[in-house]
């Protein structure tokens, strides 16, 4: 059973930086994606980054490029987003997702996903 924990997540000013980290147990594919999706109160939850098996290609949602960097510790069996230059319209719960095994052009599409986290809430002031 593969458990993911988020951590990392708090409140910032808008223009600030804050990285948030998954730890993951349990045994995960070499064909699963590892992803962040984050989700607004009202809105649906929606695909931030995500990142293949041994960092060989990576996928980012036009509203963060630039801003945010998925990347991995594979011994540590680490996620990791880093946030930078937050802007109000980020704030949201932030959740990490393993899964969509075959399917990077679906990347964004939660229900992709087969393991989830409980989720890290950030939050950007402006």
């Known amino acids: 059973q593969v458990q993911l924990v988020e951590s990392g997540g708090g409140s910032v000013q808008a223009g600030g930086s804050l990285r948030l980290s998954c730890g993951a147990s349990?045994?995960?594919?070499?064909?699963?994606?590892m992803a962040w999706f984050r989700q607004a109160p009202g809105k649906e939850r929606e695909g931030v980054a995500a990142?293949?098996?041994?960092?060989?290609?990576?996928y980012y949602a036009d509203s963060i490029k630039g801003r945010f960097t998925i990347s991995q510790d594979n011994a540590k069996n680490i996620l990791y987003l880093q946030m930078n230059s937050l802007k109000p319209e980020d704030t949201a719960m932030y959740y990490c997702?393993?899964?969509?095994?075959?399917?990077?052009?679906?990347?964004?599409?939660?229900?992709?996903?087969?393991?989830w986290g409980q989720g890290t809430q950030v939050t950007v002031s402006s």
């Open positions: 349990g045994y995960i594919g070499s064909r699963y994606l």
């Open positions: 997702a393993a899964g969509c095994v075959g399917c990077s052009s679906s990347w964004k599409f939660a229900l992709q996903y087969n393991y």
């Open positions: 990142l293949s098996f041994g960092s060989v290609s990576t």
